[in-house]
């Protein structure tokens, strides 16, 4: 049995909401626990607040489609949100491998706008691509800034590390 293009757009949709619960999780899980890096803890706390705005972009779309996020997705990436925050605590280089990882995940989310865009085109949903832009443009920001803030968070790392400091949150 065929899937329609519409459906195949409605589940990537509700993936990307569930992606986001994920997204929201990892950030706010991270905020909790950072202490040496007081830009990084305001970015991820904006980064969760965009998130939460994504997902309200993505409900709007759903919506319009007659649809609406999966709660079971949404749920299950919450918890893989919080199983990965809480796998990097036990890391003496916690705030490091947290770094690698948000950036990996930033790029994740972009592909996944990226490619709900061309799904939107193809579905003839000519309305959501502004707000998926709008969020692959948030997530393309916050990669960047991950970028930008890699070579800082490492020698801070080591700054604290090397003075017997608490290094890694």
Request: net charge negative; hydrophobic share 40%.
């Amino acid at each position: 049995m065929a899937t329609s293009i519409r459906d195949i757009y409605i589940t990537g949709l509700q993936n990307a909401h569930a992606l986001e619960a994920q997204a929201i999780q990892l950030c706010t899980r991270q905020v909790e626990r950072l202490e040496n890096y007081p830009e990084m803890r305001e970015r991820l706390r904006e980064h969760a607040e965009e998130s939460r705005r994504q997902q309200q972009r993505i409900d709007e779309i759903l919506n319009t489609l007659g649809s609406s996020p999966s709660t079971l997705k949404d749920i299950g990436t919450s918890i893989s949100g919080n199983l990965a925050a809480v796998m990097h605590a036990v890391m003496q280089d916690e705030v490091i491998k947290n770094t690698f990882a948000n950036y990996a995940f930033e790029h994740f989310e972009i592909a996944s706008y990226r490619a709900l865009i061309e799904m939107a085109d193809a579905a003839g949903d000519a309305s959501a691509p502004r707000l998926l832009n709008q969020s692959l443009d948030e997530e393309l920001r916050m990669a960047q800034w991950i970028e930008q803030n890699l070579s800082p968070t490492v020698r801070r790392y080591m700054e604290l590390e090397s003075a017997g400091m608490k290094s890694g949150v």
